[in-house]
């Protein structure tokens, strides 16, 4: 027999879908069907279903094979590496929960870490922008309720975020757009004709490398200054057109990704397109909100932000906190030769990073705790699988705009398996009597 | 003027920050007393003395003490950091934060800086006489109060982001520049002998930008006003005058707006 | 050891009457008793001051808002962040302290109770979670109710019993304290880039004016019976002439009285009421109305007020008044973050440096001290900063200086740059008044906690009491040579009891103690039409499911302490 999970938070992307249903057999052993999710979010919870899953730690050998070891000797090997190192990174966070980054921090201050999450080669160009000019911004239902101007900048949500139009942006009845689609205008900004710019009422197939330029435009545009007859390979008239559109709206909304905050200029186009909000408030109400793309991203910022002042990249070798992405990041931490030992968390920095990054996490003591086997866990010295958080663990965590739903647990994890905290916090125990000793 | 030489022993296998090498820390005190400063590796404490070797003794001040620092430092964070006075020489290359938040003082790196050279320098004088890396002149994250004085001249080329939120002082390359120069800038000046990219005065509030070679995209925040001569450093030329960021906000005086000004060498 | 006994220090204990005599208080078992057993451990306070912990009433310490203040201000922590160093985890941030820090620096100035003032209930784990990660201290939350839809669509109909019946459901489902109130019908009309600045302007589609929002709220708070009172924020903060608004929402408590088995006796509690006694019709011939305020508030006993001074800091601006902060940083042009939140509220951050040589700054600093000033009834007016608003909380003992110390303000009044425009705008120059101990101990201490419904439990020495208390090092017997040695004795207590565990000696953290979480759990009788209401919301505007929104589990609030209000009528 079978029982029906309702309620679910799918812990894929920073949608963070709610609505989910899950089908399990009634010993909770086995996840047998989803409802509502996206094809990604449905493959998550299916997936953890896998026969040849990895379910024990497993230490790299010299000869290149992969020998499986106890969980206890994983946190010796752990703690051991952390004690040892004068430069660690803890790095990742992004997919566990809340409660594990907790149990993280008290690791990464005890061992006197550097600590980061996946922001370091995302939206933490967004968060520099936040920093340096704030960010006027709202929950996602207030752009169900409200919003009828929707601009998608340098992102591509019908692929990277596919039930984010339907939930929030676009299709929606809501309070005060009771129309739905038919009350919205959507403009997207993308070099490539993409799905989603397929679906908008504009489409400024930008000119590559030139947001910053197209951004600045608009504003100037909003100032009724001169233009030159070409920004950004967009004419001036359209330019105005848009600028005109944004401006005719009783709620505007940018939502934007990887195609600002990565390309040249990174944090300035952020900057822009946030003073670019300001700017259009003078006239009417607008926010902007970034499409964060891991489902816990954001909380592991809340987290590190509360508990040590940062969201990101943040340094505790001295034994208080400091903070300077190009210095504290990870990617500079790892290309620089700076770290002496690596520690991966629910993220897959293997397959994010710039490889010659990825060199050094081969060449340095390393742990990878991942229940997937990745590119990250095959160059690292330590793999540590581990319950699927959100699916076999429940757990805090935070959407894209910041709102905090508490993930389930819907099925057991395998046999013997631990939780991330779990982990952690015999982890962290060790490392207490590791340090008390010295 | 005493003069104190360190010069690298003993490199470490990873990064030294070197907070400790300033004129201030070393005034007053003896070479056997420096040695005994505190110098972080990773997150060890360790002393001057096991990097560095350290001859001479520092002035009774500040200002009557010179640093010169020998040997391969670039993996050393840090060296000028908070300078009030005195001199600092980097006979080689150096790492990120050369004379970061100076007050006073002349520091020279006579090879190349990194990123964060002079953030938020308030005065004194930076020579870099080779290259100096990203966010030269820069503010800290997230302080809207940049570099407020002294002069930085960087021989050779500088990276990205110089001069962001810059409210006073001067920034001089003689060579090329990368993007983004003066962003969110309300005052101050930056010449560039040589050529710039592009994201130039982006949302500049106030503030002058002098180009003498290339700029490969004008921001359209920038419209031409005319031509002007300008004479820099004893010499004349022709610009032509843009002033700028239209997009951005501006302040009035006596009813007139006072807006940044770019000059582009014709 | 959970026996203690305080000997021989000076009490200073309003709740029963002792005003400085030397006395004893004992501790057992977490509770003060009324005598110490012969194996209590001795704590000598001789030619010292003991009082109950302090209460904070009003602060904003935890929750998106202030995590967003943290986020985005990196420049509040350069250089001043403090080591791991025994007990005490890392901390940072000199205007938005994080979470250990928060508990830290309270815990050792002897505060033992805070309330976060804001939080926006679809964000109440948020909140729970920096609760939870802040030591020591006791603390509860307030949920906003002032621009909440259901709320609004009932008492547009004056539907008392709905809006208690929602208020009392909410109140269970985020865990909260009081039905707290900003910016009413003002910051739903935000979400429209519009405000209401008077208590008459309706509310864009609602139409509803913030008067009635005020005075239904009022209604369901007594109806319910709530420890605490409407919590409230008024229209038109920081604007030159808003006195007037905020004598007209003064008044919209008039004729009602408190009900409820706490002590409570107030109707209206009044937040940092400097930023609302504004005169003058620009920042030119800005003045102060503190006078006029006071002399309402001290001739209406069913109102308390707390200040909101100005410490003369740099410090960050964060209110769920977001069209005021979106109109501040168009004054001062400095980062502004916002967030509207659907369905519920807003808020808005941004930086404000309150400079001594800024002759508005110097006004608003006099404005707040001559509101304590004129206070006749101390156990109605309480000391805050509304942190980080007018300034860190970490600045409450320099606020103690000034109240106690007129030669402190004077030396203060003398350094600005702007003197006579203090002198001339405000009346601080004429008041010579010095607060006193036991004053001090009314407003800090046992006035807002009774003004809570916490008068049973703390702020206060009496026997069956919870073992709250804080021994200063000042001497009341020997005169006060130098006023910075007030400031210094409040900056770190020689000793503080919270629950009747040591957790402060001599200014350094000896234990986390065990924290409690405060909330209010108010039973009314089944109200099916409301459930209805607050599922079709959820189905239809709310981006999250209902069973997702009510979900706190144990651990968001590790050690709860509810407090259980029997509304069933």
């Known amino acids: 027999m079978t029982k029906t999970v309702t309620d679910v938070i799918c812990?894929?992307?920073?949608?963070?879908?709610?609505?989910?249903?899950?089908?399990?057999?009634?010993?909770?052993?086995?996840?047998?069907?989803?409802?509502?999710?996206?094809?990604?979010?449905?493959?998550?919870?299916?997936?953890?279903?896998?026969?040849?899953?990895?379910?024990?730690?497993?230490?790299?050998?010299?000869?290149?094979?992969?020998?499986?070891?106890?969980?206890?000797?994983?946190?010796?090997?752990?703690?051991?590496?952390?004690?040892?190192?004068?430069?660690?990174?803890?790095?990742?966070?992004?997919?566990?929960?809340?409660?594990?980054?907790?149990?993280?921090?008290?690791?990464?201050?005890?061992?006197?870490?550097?600590?980061?999450?996946?922001?370091?080669?995302?939206?933490?160009?967004?968060?520099?922008?936040?920093?340096?000019?704030?960010?006027?911004?709202?929950?996602?239902?207030?752009?169900?309720?409200r919003a009828d101007r929707i601009i998608f900048w340098g992102c591509n949500p019908a692929h990277a975020h596919p039930r984010h139009m339907s939930r929030y942006s676009i299709f929606p009845r809501g309070f005060f757009t009771g129309k739905g689609q038919m009350s919205r205008k959507m403009v997207v900004v993308d070099p490539r004709v993409t799905d989603t710019a397929k679906m908008a009422d504009v489409h400024l197939q930008i000119e590559q490398g030139r947001d910053y330029e197209l951004l600045n435009a608009l504003r100037v545009a909003l100032n009724n200054e001169w233009l030159p007859d070409v920004v950004a390979g967009i004419p001036k008239e359209k330019i105005r057109e848009v600028a005109d559109m944004m401006k005719s709206g009783r709620f505007g909304i940018i939502f934007f990704g990887m195609g600002v905050t990565q390309s040249l200029s990174k944090n300035h186009n952020i900057d822009e397109a946030i003073a670019l909000t300001k700017h259009l408030n003078e006239f009417t109400k607008f926010s902007i909100m970034?499409?964060?793309?891991?489902?816990?991203?954001?909380?592991?910022?809340?987290?590190?932000?509360?508990?040590?002042?940062?969201?990101?990249?943040?340094?505790?070798?001295?034994?208080?906190?400091?903070?300077?992405?190009?210095?504290?990041?990870?990617?500079?931490?790892?290309?620089?030769?700076?770290?002496?030992?690596?520690?991966?968390?629910?993220?897959?920095?293997?397959?994010?990073?710039?490889?010659?990054?990825?060199?050094?996490?081969?060449?340095?003591?390393?742990?990878?705790?991942?229940?997937?086997?990745?590119?990250?866990?095959?160059?690292?010295?330590?793999?540590?699988?581990?319950?699927?958080?959100?699916?076999?663990t429940g757990g805090n965590c935070y959407r894209m705009d910041n709102v905090p739903i508490d993930c389930r647990k819907v099925v057991e994890p395998p046999e013997g398996m631990l939780t991330d905290e779990q982990f952690l916090i015999k982890v962290r125990d060790r490392l207490k009597q590791l340090k008390g000793a010295a | 003027m005493e003069t104190v030489t360190i010069t690298m022993k003993n490199p470490p296998a990873l990064y030294l920050e070197a907070d400790n090498v300033s004129p201030d820390a070393f005034a007053g005190k003896t070479a056997a007393q420096i040695a005994e400063l505190h110098v972080y590796e990773g997150n060890t404490t360790g002393t001057l003395g096991k990097y560095f070797d350290v001859n001479g003794n520092a002035g009774a001040t500040a200002a009557e003490t010179k640093i010169v620092v020998k040997g391969d430092v670039k993996k050393v964070k840090y060296l000028g950091f908070k300078m009030s006075a005195g001199e600092v020489v980097v006979?080689?290359?150096?790492?990120?934060?050369?004379?970061?938040?100076?007050?006073?003082?002349?520091?020279?790196?006579?090879?190349?800086?990194?990123?964060?050279?002079?953030?938020?320098?308030?005065?004194?004088?930076?020579?870099?006489?080779?290259?100096?890396?990203?966010?030269?002149?820069?503010?800290?994250?997230?302080?809207?109060?940049?570099?407020?004085?002294?002069?930085?001249?960087?021989?050779?080329?500088?990276?990205?982001?110089?001069?962001?939120?810059?409210?006073?002082?001067?920034?001089?390359?003689?060579?090329?520049?990368?993007?983004?120069?003066?962003?969110?800038?309300?005052?101050?000046?930056?010449?560039?002998?040589?050529?710039?990219?592009s994201k130039v005065g982006g949302q500049l509030v106030e503030g002058t930008i002098i180009i003498f070679g290339t700029l490969d995209v004008m921001m359209p925040g920038y419209k031409y006003v005319d031509d002007v001569e300008l004479e820099i450093d004893g010499a004349k030329a022709t610009f032509a005058h843009f002033i700028g960021d239209t997009g951005e906000r501006h302040k009035k005086k006596k009813g007139q707006v006072i807006y940044g000004n770019l000059y582009k060498k014709i | 050891m959970s026996e203690y006994v305080i000997k021989n220090g000076h009490v200073f204990d309003p709740v029963q009457g002792i005003k400085g005599d030397k006395a004893d208080v004992a501790i057992k078992d977490g509770k003060i008793v009324t005598n110490a057993g012969p194996g209590a451990k001795v704590i000598d306070a001789t030619g010292k001051t003991v009082m109950a912990g302090a209460v904070e009433i009003h602060a904003h310490i935890a929750g998106p808002k202030v995590n967003l203040g943290r986020i985005y201000r990196p420049e509040d922590k350069l250089f001043t962040c403090t080591p791991t160093r025994g007990m005490e985890r890392m901390g940072g941030g000199n205007s938005i302290p994080t979470t250990f820090?928060?508990?830290?620096?309270?815990?050792?100035?002897?505060?033992?109770?805070?309330?976060?003032?804001?939080?926006?209930?679809?964000?109440?784990?948020?909140?729970?979670?920096?609760?939870?990660?802040?030591?020591?201290?006791?603390?509860?939350?307030f949920p906003v109710f002032g621009n909440n839809w259901f709320v609004m669509e009932y008492l547009k109909n004056h539907e008392i019993e709905n809006t208690a019946a929602y208020c009392a459901w909410l109140l269970r489902a985020t865990k909260g304290y009081a039905i707290k109130v900003v910016n009413p019908g003002g910051t739903e009309a935000w979400a429209w880039g519009l405000n209401c600045l008077s208590i008459n302007d309706p509310v864009p589609y609602f139409d509803i004016?913030?008067?009635?929002?005020?005075?239904?709220?009022?209604?369901?708070?007594?109806?319910?019976?709530?420890?605490?009172?409407?919590?409230?924020?008024p229209n038109n903060l920081g604007n030159p002439g808003n006195y007037t608004t905020t004598l007209d929402t003064l008044k919209l408590a008039e004729g009602f009285?408190?009900?409820?088995?706490?002590?409570?006796?107030?109707?209206?509690?009044l937040t940092h009421t400097q930023f609302h006694s504004y005169g003058g019709t620009n920042w030119g011939d800005f003045e102060s109305k503190a006078k006029e305020v006071m002399d309402y508030v001290n001739a209406n006993k069913n109102i308390t007020v707390d200040t909101g001074n100005v410490t003369l800091d740099e410090t960050t601006t964060m209110t769920a008044d977001g069209p005021f902060e979106h109109h501040l940083t168009e004054l001062n042009h400095l980062k502004w973050a916002n967030c509207d939140v659907e369905l519920e509220t807003c808020a808005g951050i941004v930086p404000y440096i309150y400079s001594p040589s800024i002759s508005v700054c110097a006004i608003q600093w006099a404005i707040g001290l001559e509101l304590a000033l004129m206070a006749k009834d101390p156990m109605r007016c309480f000391i805050t900063t509304d942190h980080p608003n007018a300034g860190p909380f970490t600045r409450y003992p320099r606020v103690m200086k000034w109240l106690m110390s007129a030669k402190a303000r004077e030396a203060q009044i003398n350094a600005f740059k702007h003197k006579d425009k203090v002198l001339s705008q405000t009346s601080l120059g004429t008041l010579d008044r010095e607060i006193s101990l036991y004053e001090l101990a009314q407003m800090t201490r046992a006035g807002p906690a009774k003004s809570l419904g916490l008068a049973s439990i703390c702020g206060g020495l009496k026997p069956g009491m919870d073992a709250d208390i804080a021994i200063y090092n000042i001497n009341p017997d020997m005169p006060i040579a130098n006023p910075e040695d007030i400031e210094k004795a409040?900056?770190?207590?020689?000793?503080?009891?919270?629950?009747?565990?040591?957790?402060?000696?001599?200014?350094?953290?000896?234990?986390?103690?065990?924290?409690?979480?405060?909330?209010?759990?108010?039973?009314?009788?089944?109200?099916?039409?409301?459930?209805?209401?607050?599922?079709?919301?959820?189905?239809?505007?709310?981006?999250?499911?209902?069973?997702?929104?009510?979900?706190?589990?144990?651990?968001?609030?590790?050690?709860?302490?509810?407090?259980?209000?029997?509304?069933?009528?």
């Not at chain 1, 969201?311 to 002496?340: C, H, K, M, Q």
């Not at chain 2, 001089?172 to 010449?191: C, L, P, S």
């Not at chain 3, 815990?107 to 679809?122: D, F, Q, V």
């Not at chain 3, 948020?126 to 020591?136: F, G, M, N, S, Y």
């Open chain 3, 257 to 269: 009285q408190a009900k409820n088995k706490f002590g409570r006796e107030q109707v209206m509690h």
């Open chain 3, 490 to 569: 409040f900056t770190r207590a020689a000793c503080v009891f919270k629950s009747g565990v040591e957790v402060v000696r001599d200014g350094e953290i000896v234990s986390n103690g065990h924290k409690r979480t405060l909330w209010v759990n108010a039973k009314v009788k089944e109200n099916p039409q409301v459930m209805r209401d607050i599922n079709e919301k959820f189905l239809k505007y709310y981006s999250v499911t209902q069973a997702n929104y009510e979900a706190l589990g144990h651990h968001f609030v590790p050690n709860p302490y509810a407090i259980e209000v029997d509304a069933v009528q």
């Open chain 1, 290 to 392: 970034p499409m964060r793309g891991h489902y816990n991203v954001t909380g592991s910022g809340e987290v590190f932000a509360w508990q040590f002042g940062f969201p990101y990249s943040v340094d505790l070798t001295r034994g208080f906190a400091r903070y300077n992405p190009g210095d504290t990041s990870s990617v500079d931490l790892l290309i620089r030769g700076e770290l002496d030992a690596m520690f991966t968390i629910g993220s897959d920095p293997g397959a994010h990073f710039p490889i010659s990054a990825v060199k050094h996490i081969a060449n340095l003591p390393s742990v990878c705790i991942d229940p997937h086997l990745t590119p990250t866990s095959g160059v690292s010295k330590l793999h540590v699988p581990v319950a699927f958080n959100g699916v076999e």
């Open chain 3, 101 to 141: 820090k928060t508990g830290y620096e309270y815990a050792k100035m002897g505060y033992t109770t805070a309330m976060e003032a804001a939080m926006p209930p679809l964000f109440s784990r948020h909140v729970h979670e920096e609760i939870r990660d802040t030591p020591i201290i006791d603390e509860g939350a």
């Open chain 3, 209 to 233: 004016t913030p008067a009635e929002i005020v005075k239904g709220l009022i209604e369901a708070n007594e109806y319910l019976g709530l420890p605490h009172s409407m919590h409230i924020h």
């Open chain 2, 91 to 197: 006979e080689g290359s150096t790492d990120l934060y050369a004379g970061a938040w100076m007050t006073g003082g002349k520091m020279t790196v006579k090879g190349n800086a990194e990123a964060f050279a002079a953030t938020a320098m308030k005065g004194g004088e930076l020579v870099i006489e080779g290259n100096a890396g990203n966010y030269l002149g820069a503010a800290y994250r997230g302080d809207w109060r940049g570099m407020k004085g002294g002069k930085i001249l960087v021989k050779g080329n500088a990276g990205s982001d110089l001069g962001m939120y810059m409210l006073g002082g001067e920034i001089v390359v003689n060579g090329n520049v990368d993007v983004h120069v003066m962003t969110h800038a309300e005052g101050g000046r930056t010449v560039i002998k040589g050529n710039v990219n």
């Open chain 1, 11 to 145: 812990p894929f992307c920073g949608t963070l879908c709610d609505d989910l249903e899950v089908v399990v057999s009634d010993d909770g052993k086995q996840l047998l069907e989803v409802y509502n999710a996206c094809v990604i979010g449905t493959e998550k919870f299916l997936h953890s279903q896998s026969k040849d899953r990895v379910t024990r730690p497993r230490l790299h050998q010299p000869d290149g094979t992969w020998k499986e070891i106890s969980y206890d000797d994983a946190v010796e090997y752990t703690a051991q590496m952390l004690a040892k190192a004068k430069k660690p990174l803890m790095y990742g966070w992004s997919s566990t929960n809340c409660e594990a980054q907790s149990v993280g921090n008290e690791i990464a201050e005890m061992a006197r870490a550097c600590c980061d999450n996946t922001a370091a080669v995302c939206h933490g160009t967004t968060l520099i922008a936040v920093q340096d000019i704030g960010i006027p911004s709202c929950t996602l239902g207030e752009i169900k309720n």
